[in-house]
């Protein structure tokens, strides 16, 4: 908690808004996607799914450190902090790039599938293992009336190959282990295109995720990344220049 803390203050000073933009693409990103403060229809879904996961008794058994402990699902869902203004931001960067298909590592009790799904253009596949409160979310997003839901697999490598599929957006929630980063990323690279958008969520969380997300900015094939704190944006357009840029939302 302290490293993020003080990261977050460090953010800040070096962060800017569109004034400090000089790349178009990004600066409309910034004024037309993320400051976008009208609000949107799709946001009652996105809230009602949300409402009914906080409001949720339902118990699921988890396995930490060798112990089986049982935990409610609205337990979980407030331990998760994926904000209601990070859902509508993945909700207005889906609308505004234009997203259609999309690929999920970790649902996070399906708060990030209710924000992309609220985008009816989109096709989810979600990969999560927690199969038990995988289900129980899974069946809230049914109550809350989503009409595109998510296919979940259980592994990366059940994946159509990558001549087979490529993904407009790749949400990651859950940075691995450093030891296993490089492998996964790797896989994840096959998976894009020229206008692939991958998301990284909790960048800040640890001085491990800090250091994995310099790594993601200093690949070859990475053109342009966007730091909100909240979440870290990366881009592969080879028509632009290398640049990265951080942003107050």
């Known amino acids: 908690m302290w490293f993020q803390f003080k990261s977050y203050f460090k953010f800040l000073a070096s962060a800017s808004n569109q004034h400090g933009v000089h790349s178009p693409f990004v600066y ?30 339902g118990e699921v058994t988890l396995k930490e450190d060798d112990q089986i402990r049982k935990v409610k699902i609205s337990t979980l869902a407030k331990k998760n902090k ?15 790039l234009s997203v259609q298909s999309v690929l999920e590592f970790g649902s996070s009790l399906h708060l990030v599938t209710a924000s992309l799904a609220a985008n ?9 293992d927690d199969h038990e409160a995988n289900r129980i979310s899974f069946q809230l997003l049914k109550e809350a009336n989503f009409e595109n839901l998510p296919d979940t697999i259980s592994k990366l490598s ?10 407009d957006l790749v949400y990651v929630n859950k940075l691995c282990s450093k030891n296993d980063f490089n492998t996964y990323f790797s896989t994840l690279l096959k998976l894009k295109h020229n206008d692939s958008v991958f998301v990284f969520n909790n960048i800040y969380h640890s001085k491990e995720n800090l250091s994995m997300w310099e790594e993601i900015k200093n690949h070859p094939e990475v053109r342009v990344t966007i730091d909100t704190f909240l979440l870290g944006l990366v881009f592969f ?13």
Do not use: G, M, W
Request: charged share 30%; net charge positive; hydrophobic share 30%.
């Open 82 to 96: 994926f904000s209601n203004k990070k859902s509508k931001l993945l909700f207005r960067l889906s609308e505004y």
């Open 28 to 57: 409309n990103l910034v004024t037309q996607c993320f400051y976008d403060t009208k609000d949107k229809p799709e946001y009652f879904n996105i809230t009602t799914y949300r409402t009914r996961l906080f409001k949720t008794e």
């Open 120 to 128: 009816l253009k989109t096709v989810i596949q979600v990969i999560e």
């Open 237 to 249: 357009r080879t028509e632009q220049a290398k640049e990265h840029f951080k942003i107050r939302l």
């Open 158 to 167: 059940e994946l159509p190959t990558p001549h087979q599929q490529q993904v």
